[in-house]
C-alpha cells in the first residue's frame, strides 16, 4: 500500500513522472517534488519538472486520473536516483 511521502511512479498517457506520493483524491494524483523521466544517450534521467514549458523544481503537481494508468511503488535504483537528483546529495 502507498502511503504519504512513500516515492511513486505515475504513469500517464503522456510519459511517467516520479515523486513524493501526497494525495489521491477524486480528482487526481498530487506528487510533490514531481520530476518527469527523460531518456537519452546515456540512459534513463529526470527533467527539472514535469513539463517543457512549465516551472523548474515544482513543489507539487496534481495527475488528473483521466490521464492516469497507473501510480506504483518504484524500485530502489530509481528512488535513490530521484532523491539524489532532486536533493543534490549523492547517496
Do not use: C
Amino acid at each position: 500500500m502507498i502511503k504519504k511521502n512513500d516515492v511513486v511512479s505515475v504513469v500517464t498517457n503522456v510519459g511517467e513522472f516520479v515523486g513524493k506520493f501526497v494525495a489521491d483524491t477524486p480528482e487526481g494524483v498530487t506528487l510533490g517534488d514531481p520530476r518527469m523521466i527523460v531518456h537519452n544517450q546515456q540512459g534513463m534521467g529526470f527533467a527539472k519538472g514535469v513539463s517543457m514549458a512549465g516551472l523548474e523544481e515544482p513543489d507539487e503537481a496534481t495527475f488528473y486520473n483521466s490521464n492516469v494508468v497507473v501510480v506504483m511503488a518504484v524500485n530502489p535504483a530509481v528512488e535513490k536516483a530521484w532523491r539524489e537528483f532532486t536533493s543534490g546529495i549523492v547517496i
